[in-house]
């Protein structure tokens, strides 16, 4: 679900089913509602940052286990998707998604939330990014008024209603196309034929989206084929994309040189967002380097600027596709999906809705002038020592971790693993 770089989408969909379409759309799919922000506070938006890379790298850790290839995600997406689920949530089923997502007391969620979100969305001349919450209601299924407020007021998410009893199909295609826009088309049928049926009350929606150029692009004409080793028995040829950051004067890129890996950043134009990419030192794999919230503070807090000779990527473009019940399960959070024992009263002040499927999905592309990525979630409810001088030279060509972040907050946006550039 990787391609290459210069746009960056996500998008996460929540549908409730169980025992809840009018509106088209709730708003313009480019022109996400802003969210209010009232109260917010810098160490309330860290709270949220913290909770939402947290949960980055707890995701990132269990999907590991299972995925032996590329990986790529949003868990900006996923968590803004659950966090509008959460808060219909209550009793264990809201405790038990409070301590899978790390998110804190809804009094300083909400507001901080809201800040993440219309950061996002501040308009730039440089690049595109933005972020879109949505709930789709059937139309004759009453939710809570506190419930449907809160969340248009620090969400952004607007009510819109569909008819999922007698026309699902119409109601699928709506909120897949509304997606679709929101992502520019690179997300598109997120929720899969029949996957909407008569028991369908609710969908919540978010969709992320990203295209921003390199401050510094890499030279096409430079481009060339290279072995990129997937272990190192296993060689491929890519296509290598190659940067000479001393041909131009004054560029210096933020770099560590870490025990295991080294740590480089690539801005992007607008210096708002940047990738870093998280290289493996020879004897040691992606699987060594120790991943966590407070680690990534760590890491960029010992990055300094260094002028390189030669910066080596591979291009890269892919999907990807996950269905997310098991791995949230098993991460802390069973009770959302059991239909017996789940408690969303918050939504409609019955205990009649579960969460019957998550499924995420993901697009990335990186390329000479920078990244395209778009990504999307359902969520289905129903009835140390002194280190020797850097080196001028950094060439990805072996597995690596890359990351996608709101500079100014950290907020990781998108995550992924590259194994295999191909």
Request: hydrophobic share 40%; aromatic share 12%.
């Given at each position: 679900m990787?391609?290459?770089?210069?746009?960056?989408?996500?998008?996460?969909v929540v549908l409730i089913l169980a025992g809840v379409a009018l509106f088209v759309y709730p708003y313009l799919p480019l022109n996400p509602p802003r969210a209010d922000e009232t109260g917010s506070t810098?160490?309330?938006?860290?709270?949220?940052?913290?909770?939402?890379?947290?949960?980055?790298?707890?995701?990132?850790?269990?999907?590991?286990?299972?995925?032996?290839?590329?990986i790529f995600f949003s868990p900006y997406s996923i968590f803004s998707a659950l966090a509008i689920t959460y808060e219909g949530a209550r009793g264990q089923t809201a405790e038990e998604m409070k301590s899978v997502f790390h998110f804190p007391e809804s009094s300083a969620l909400r507001p901080n939330f809201a800040a993440v979100y219309n950061k996002v969305n501040a308009p730039s001349g440089e690049y595109e990014l933005r972020s879109g919450n949505a709930i789709w209601v059937q139309y004759d299924y009453p939710i809570l008024a506190n419930y449907k407020n809160n969340v248009e007021r620090y969400y952004g998410g607007k009510a819109a209603a569909l008819d999922f009893v007698k026309e699902p199909e119409k109601s699928r295609q709506t909120i897949n196309n509304f997606i679709a826009e929101q992502t520019r088309g690179k997300i598109k049928d997120i929720i899969p034929p029949g996957q909407i049926d008569e028991l369908t009350r609710l969908i919540?929606?978010?969709?992320?989206?990203?295209?921003?150029?390199?401050k510094w692009q890499f030279d096409k004409s430079q481009?060339?084929?290279g072995d990129f080793k997937i272990t190192p028995t296993n060689v491929v040829k890519v296509q290598m994309m190659l940067m000479n950051p001393t041909s131009k004067r004054g560029i210096r890129h933020n770099f560590a040189d870490l025990e295991k890996f080294q740590i480089l950043e690539l801005p992007y134009k607008g210096d708002k967002i940047s990738m870093l990419i998280l290289l493996p030192k020879q004897g040691y794999d992606v699987n060594d380097i120790d991943l966590s919230?407070?680690?990534?503070?760590?890491?960029?807090?010992?990055?300094?600027?260094m002028t390189f000779d030669i910066i080596e990527i591979p291009k890269f473009e892919f999907t990807r596709k996950y269905n997310l019940n098991n791995t949230l399960s098993s991460m802390g959070m069973p009770i959302a999906f059991d239909r017996n024992a789940a408690n969303f009263s918050g939504i409609d002040g019955t205990k009649n809705l579960s969460v019957t499927q998550i499924i995420h999905q993901a697009y990335v592309k990186v390329d000479e002038e920078g990244t395209r990525a778009a990504a999307a979630t359902i969520v289905q409810i129903g009835a140390g020592a002194a280190l020797?001088?850097?080196?001028?030279?950094?060439?990805?060509?072996?597995?690596?971790?890359?990351?996608?972040q709101e500079k100014e907050t950290g907020a990781i946006l998108f995550m992924g693993r590259i194994v295999d550039p191909r």
């Amino acid at each position: 679900m990787v391609k290459g770089l210069s746009a960056l989408g996500a998008a996460v969909v929540v549908l409730i089913l169980a025992g809840v379409a009018l509106f088209v759309y709730p708003y313009l799919p480019l022109n996400p509602p802003r969210a209010d922000e009232t109260g917010s506070t810098q160490q309330g938006i860290q709270q949220v940052v913290v909770a939402n890379n947290q949960f980055a790298f707890e995701f990132y850790s269990n999907l590991s286990k299972s995925e032996s290839g590329n990986i790529f995600f949003s868990p900006y997406s996923i968590f803004s998707a659950l966090a509008i689920t959460y808060e219909g949530a209550r009793g264990q089923t809201a405790e038990e998604m409070k301590s899978v997502f790390h998110f804190p007391e809804s009094s300083a969620l909400r507001p901080n939330f809201a800040a993440v979100y219309n950061k996002v969305n501040a308009p730039s001349g440089e690049y595109e990014l933005r972020s879109g919450n949505a709930i789709w209601v059937q139309y004759d299924y009453p939710i809570l008024a506190n419930y449907k407020n809160n969340v248009e007021r620090y969400y952004g998410g607007k009510a819109a209603a569909l008819d999922f009893v007698k026309e699902p199909e119409k109601s699928r295609q709506t909120i897949n196309n509304f997606i679709a826009e929101q992502t520019r088309g690179k997300i598109k049928d997120i929720i899969p034929p029949g996957q909407i049926d008569e028991l369908t009350r609710l969908i919540i929606s978010n969709a992320i989206y990203f295209k921003g150029n390199w401050k510094w692009q890499f030279d096409k004409s430079q481009t060339h084929e290279g072995d990129f080793k997937i272990t190192p028995t296993n060689v491929v040829k890519v296509q290598m994309m190659l940067m000479n950051p001393t041909s131009k004067r004054g560029i210096r890129h933020n770099f560590a040189d870490l025990e295991k890996f080294q740590i480089l950043e690539l801005p992007y134009k607008g210096d708002k967002i940047s990738m870093l990419i998280l290289l493996p030192k020879q004897g040691y794999d992606v699987n060594d380097i120790d991943l966590s919230a407070e680690k990534l503070k760590e890491y960029k807090s010992k990055m300094n600027e260094m002028t390189f000779d030669i910066i080596e990527i591979p291009k890269f473009e892919f999907t990807r596709k996950y269905n997310l019940n098991n791995t949230l399960s098993s991460m802390g959070m069973p009770i959302a999906f059991d239909r017996n024992a789940a408690n969303f009263s918050g939504i409609d002040g019955t205990k009649n809705l579960s969460v019957t499927q998550i499924i995420h999905q993901a697009y990335v592309k990186v390329d000479e002038e920078g990244t395209r990525a778009a990504a999307a979630t359902i969520v289905q409810i129903g009835a140390g020592a002194a280190l020797p001088p850097p080196p001028t030279v950094f060439i990805a060509d072996h597995p690596f971790i890359f990351i996608i972040q709101e500079k100014e907050t950290g907020a990781i946006l998108f995550m992924g693993r590259i194994v295999d550039p191909r």
